[in-house]
């Protein structure tokens, strides 16, 4: 099991960016799928973004493509999200997980969350 820790959110205007990040304890990180989710008040959990064990693969939602780039350092136990042209629809809080194996965008598939960082996008 990995615990993972999620710092970087905060309040921005609508237009501006926010990089979240997601430490990872343990040594098997570099085993690890990681995703990001969110959940705005009143809705389902959503996926945003994943991205493979290597780093060489990403899989990103509609709703972010081209804003938002996931990445990792696999050395410093740590994936990233930078979020750029956000949204007041972006608002919510906002998860990682991990999973062994091969990423995923369904987060059913992850066993291993954080605790959540709230990213509110004001307009």
């Known amino acids: 099991q990995v615990r993972l820790v999620e710092s970087g959110g905060g309040l921005v205007q609508a237009g501006g960016s926010l990089g979240l990040s997601c430490a990872a304890s343990g040594r098997t990180f570099s085993t690890y799928a990681m995703g990001w989710f969110r959940q705005a008040p009143g809705k389902e959990r959503e996926f945003v973004v994943a991205i493979n064990r290597s780093g060489g693969s990403t899989d990103y939602a509609d709703s972010v493509k081209g804003r938002f780039t996931i990445s990792r350092d696999n050395a410093k136990n740590t994936v990233y999200l930078q979020m750029n042209s956000l949204k007041p629809e972006d608002t919510g809080v906002y998860y990682c997980?991990?999973?062994?194996?091969?990423?995923?965008?369904?987060?059913?598939?992850?066993?291993?969350w954080g605790q959540g960082t709230q990213v509110t996008v004001s307009s």
């Open positions: 997980a991990g999973r062994y194996g091969s990423s995923s965008t369904r987060s059913n598939d992850y066993i291993d």
